[in-house]
């Protein structure tokens, strides 16, 4: 007799696209049973600033994905050239000394653009196996070089460094540690910089200060001898948007030299013009030892990332082994030709208008992040180029944050969609913005009329009003 089939596995003719994700596709960083109850927000097409779901509404993205469409939605030139790749060369493995002309220019593009001595390129998937390779190059990096001993590594609190099983102890966010066994015993954190929750408040000389003497604290409890390196974001993407003063970066690479351990900056999500520059390492000068990068490099419309190593870590482990013993270290997909061609037209976007017309639409953004700061939920807002955030409070002059109870993200969300717009609602009460770099400022207007609109009506829930000091 044969078996009747259960409902889950009926056609998928019969069913909604909601009911096939929610039996089968699991979301990243979603809780499993609160994705069953919500259901998908099913999205079917993008161009430039808007998406228009599967019931045919638009809201404007002022997210740009998750931080990576800079280039904005439906630019036809960067289609034209996955199609032309894919018609010629849809894959060449980077094995066995083969190679194809689009990663080989992307390559050579990087190292042109990139801080001083970044020479060398490792091409990924993503951001968190281009932290995994780092990891990886670094270990082999110290062995190579007769310190085998070195092999603890620090980050900052709030930082966010991948969700692979290495790089997610370095990303310092209880999520991503619960249930998975981390951090590990080689991983350890500093405080964050942190200015509106710093206890000097936003002396910008004090709070630089403080993350020096945290590091050298912490080298010196670790050991000179077994620190490896110290991992860090220009700003502090996932953790909330937290931006660090100018002049941080710079003083973190001294101290990083001085104490001789390796410096990592990750602009997965600051790199290609987020923050204003093409990397915001380029702001104040500073050039890592290793740097990752992923979102941006194609926009989002295909998967990759890089990491980029300096000459003299090559170097050493170059030298480290006889010219015929392979460094085990290898995707199959890296270096793909159609994300290579993809990358090589985003970036020639980006040089041909965009980085100009981000900086320019990232001053609108500015003075709406100024302006709505007096909103009676507001205690602070904070930003850089086209990324910032809006962080909001029970009271404004003890900075006490809203109770975790009251879900401020999951209200925000549902208030931002249901008012046309998306942006990052954090649990912490935290808005996040990241527009596509193609936004013009009458859709910075549009965001921000919509994001206010959403607070007042966060602002009329009773609970809410109560919960305000």
């Known amino acids: 007799m044969e078996k009747a089939s259960s409902p889950s596995h009926a056609p998928l003719t019969n069913r909604s696209l909601v009911e ?30 808007w998406l228009t779901d599967a019931n045919g509404r638009e809201v404007i993205d002022a997210f740009a994905g998750l931080w990576c469409v800079n280039a904005g939605y439906g630019q036809e030139s960067i289609v034209e050239a996955a199609t032309k790749q894919m ?9 066995f000394h083969f190679g194809a002309e689009a990663p080989i220019r992307l390559a050579g593009k990087l190292a042109e653009l990139a801080p001083q001595d970044l020479d060398h390129v490792y091409f990924t998937l993503g951001g968190s196996d281009a932290v995994d390779s780092a990891i990886r190059y670094i270990t082999h990096y110290f062995n190579a070089i007769g ?22 102890g370095l990303t310092a966010l209880p999520v991503f540690h619960r249930g998975f066994d981390l951090p590990r015993p080689w991983q350890h954190h500093i405080a964050s910089p942190y200015p509106y929750r710093h206890p000097a408040g936003h002396d910008d000389a004090a709070v630089i200060a403080s993350t020096v003497k945290a590091l050298e604290d912490k080298v010196l409890e670790l050991g000179a001898d077994n620190v490896a390196a110290f991992f860090c974001e220009p ?21 990083c030299t001085r104490l001789g351990i390796l410096m990592l900056v990750d602009e997965v999500i600051t790199g290609f013009g987020r923050t204003g520059p093409m990397f915001a390492c380029d702001a104040e000068g ?12 194609t926009s989002g419309y295909v998967p990759m990332g890089a990491m980029l190593m300096a000459d003299h870590v090559y170097q050493a482990i170059a030298d480290s082994t006889a010219p ?7 995707f199959t997909y890296s270096g793909h030709p159609v994300s290579a061609a993809v990358g090589l037209e985003v970036i020639r976007l980006y040089e041909d208008g965009l980085l100009a017309n981000g900086a320019k639409t990232g001053e609108r953004l500015a003075e709406h992040l100024a302006r709505i700061a007096s909103h009676p939920l507001v205690g602070d807002t904070r ?13 404004k002059d003890t900075k006490a944050p809203l109770n975790p109870s009251l879900d401020l993200g999951g209200r925000l969300s549902r208030l931002t969609w249901d008012n046309g717009v998306v942006v990052r609602c ?9 527009p596509a770099l193609c936004c013009s400022t009458d859709e910075m207007d549009v965001i921000f009329d919509r994001v206010e609109r959403s607070l007042d009506q966060l602002l009329e829930m009773p609970d809410i009003r109560r919960a305000l000091g």
């Open 426 to 434: 954090f649990p912490q009460g935290v808005i996040g913005f990241a």
């Open 286 to 297: 500073v050039s890592p030892d290793f740097m990752t990068l992923a979102k941006g490099l």
């Open 235 to 255: 700003i502090q993407g996932s953790g909330g948007v937290i931006v660090p003063p100018v002049g941080w970066l710079k003083a973190i690479r001294e101290a």
């Open 324 to 330: 015929n013993v392979p460094v085990g270290h290898g």
């Open 383 to 395: 930003g850089r180029g086209m990324l910032g955030a809006i962080e909001l409070v029970a009271n």
């Open 87 to 95: 018609r010629e060369l849809p894959y060449a493995t980077g094995y």
């Open 20 to 49: 096939i994700d929610r039996e089968h596709l699991i979301h990243p960083v979603a809780p499993f049973r609160g994705h069953e109850q919500h259901g998908v927000n099913v999205l079917a097409s993008g161009k430039g600033m």
């Open 147 to 168: 310190k085998p001993e070195k092999k603890q590594f620090i980050a900052l609190e709030w930082g966010y460094h991948g969700s692979s099983s290495t790089g997610a």
